[in-house]
Each structure stands twice: as C-alpha cells, then as structure tokens.
Nanobody
Framework: QVRVVESGGGSVQSGESLRLSCAVVGAAVSTYCMGWFRQAPGEEREAVAGLEADGSDRYADSVKGRFTISEDRIKNTAYLEMTNLKSEDTSTYYC???????????????????????WGQGAQVTVSS
C-alpha cells in the first residue's frame, strides 16, 4: 500500500527557513508528480507547489521566489524548502502524490487537489512575527 509521510514542521520566526520532507512508502517517487498544499483553519486547501511530469516546478504566486519543491529519487523523498517565511505562511502543510504520467500533455492540473491520489497526514508550520 502506498503512503506519503511528512516530517519537518515546526515553529520559526519571520524571515527564517524550514524544510518539509515527504517520504513515499510502497512505491517509487518517480511514479508520481508530487505536490504541496496548505490549509489554515476555516480556509480552503490551497496549492503551494507542484512538479510536472517533465520535472518542471510550479508555484503559487504567494510563495514564488521563497519556496522550492524538489525530489530525491534515491531517498524516495520530496521536499519543500521554505525561506523568508512570513506569518501568513502559518498553516498545516500537506504533501500529495498524483499519477500525472497518465495524462496527455497539458491536461494535468498541478494546483487541483482532485488530481492527487495519496495525501500525507499534514505538518504544522507556525511563523511568528
């Protein structure tokens, strides 16, 4: 059975950095397109970053230039490197895996939660100003 397991959340000060990890268990990370979402209490889940089938990365405007998504196929793990964190980045972050390689080019919507089959348990990130 495939699972994605997150780690690395925590509390930091504004301007500091944090890295979230997402281990894929039961399958190769290369099988999927990985994505990161976040959800604050009372708000909808929003896309933060995602990887396309060709390896290109995509970001929400609010995090562009500050966050970086990557994956290590040897460690079978995806990462979200977050720098210059702001108080508005405070949220629960979710890692997710999508079977994007079955899509025809241009049809995969990295920012849509509906595209993702496997979800992590969530990691809390709290940024204090």
């Amino acid at each position: 059975q495939v699972r994605v397991v997150e780690s690395g959340g925590g509390s930091v000060q504004s301007g500091e950095s944090l890295r979230l990890s997402c281990a894929v268990v039961g399958a190769a990370v290369s099988t999927y397109c990985m994505g990161w979402f976040r959800q604050a209490p009372g708000e909808e889940r929003e896309a933060v970053a995602g990887l396309e089938a060709d390896g290109s990365d995509r970001y929400a405007d609010s995090v562009k230039g500050r966050f970086t998504i990557s994956e290590d196929r040897i460690k079978n793990t995806a990462y979200l490197e977050m720098t210059n964190l702001k108080s508005e980045d405070t949220s629960t972050y979710y890692c997710a895996a999508a079977l994007c390689r079955d899509y025809l080019p241009g049809y995969y919507r990295w920012a849509s939660p509906d595209e993702y089959k496997y979800w992590g348990q969530g990691a809390q990130v709290t940024v204090s100003s």
